[in-house]
């Protein structure tokens, strides 16, 4: 059955990237919206493959996947989307705030995300 999905901003939770708001979670992937503000910390998972939509805002993407180590910069702007595979470093530089909607499949975990050093 098709259901909408909202975001509530006054229930945002902080997060490696920003407040962060869940949309929905079902068996094997979870949406949720990100408000940028400032340099996210450069982290990666290891199973979950992400989606990044930017809804709103101007910043960059850099990844580099944890074993080739070959870094690639991504220009983000309205409509821009990103796939991030497991295994793979990403952090994102606003130019001013970015409003991001990420997919994740499988559902976001906390167990799922490594924190590492910057890519900036």
Not at 74 to 79: D, E
Not at 100 to 108: C, E, F, I, K, N
Request: glycine share 6%; with cysteine; charged share 30%.
């Amino acid at each position: 059955m098709a259901e909408e999905i909202t975001y509530d901003w006054e229930a945002a939770a902080p997060s490696t990237c920003g407040p962060l708001t869940v949309g929905a979670t079902y068996d094997g992937f979870s949406t949720a919206r990100v408000r940028i503000r400032r340099r996210t910390e450069a982290h990666y998972h290891d199973v979950a493959h992400e989606l990044y939509r930017v809804e709103e805002g101007t910043g960059i993407l850099r990844t580099r996947h944890r074993e080739a180590g070959h870094t690639e910069e991504y220009r983000l702007a309205s409509g821009t989307e990103v796939v991030i595979e497991p295994d793979e470093i990403h952090q994102t530089r606003p130019d001013d705030e970015l409003l991001v909607t990420t997919v994740s499949v499988p559902d976001w975990s906390e167990d799922d995300e490594t924190v590492v050093g910057d890519l900036f």
